[in-house]
């Protein structure tokens, strides 16, 4: 909240506690290094989309036992509007 000294900051509940319950997941993997983002963005094409996720640079991973997550959820409104989350993780066992 100090870093925002000109805006409110307000807390989402919901999604921290999500977040709790995930978090201990990602620690339980079992000696692996994860990196990933969700993205969101909404569905016009599918070519906006491929080059964001090729924007991330996560295909870049050199190490020779990198393996690859990728979950897709599509959301639809009303007038054919849809929104799409896209999230990708690289994951490298140490």
């Not at 983002?37 to 020779?64: D, K, M, Q, W, Y």
Request: net charge positive; with cysteine.
């Amino acid at each position: 909240m100090e870093w925002r000294p000109r805006h409110p900051t307000r807390w989402n509940r919901y999604c921290t506690t999500t977040l709790k319950q995930f978090l201990p997941k990602l620690e339980q993997s079992g000696g692996r290094d994860i990196s990933g983002f969700p993205l969101h963005l909404p569905f016009s094409e599918i070519r906006p989309i491929v080059e964001a996720v090729h924007s991330t640079g996560v295909h870049n991973a050199h190490a020779s036992n990198v393996e690859f997550a990728l979950a897709v959820y599509v959301h639809p409104y009303p007038n054919n509007v849809l929104s799409v989350w896209v999230y990708l993780a690289s994951l490298v066992r140490s």
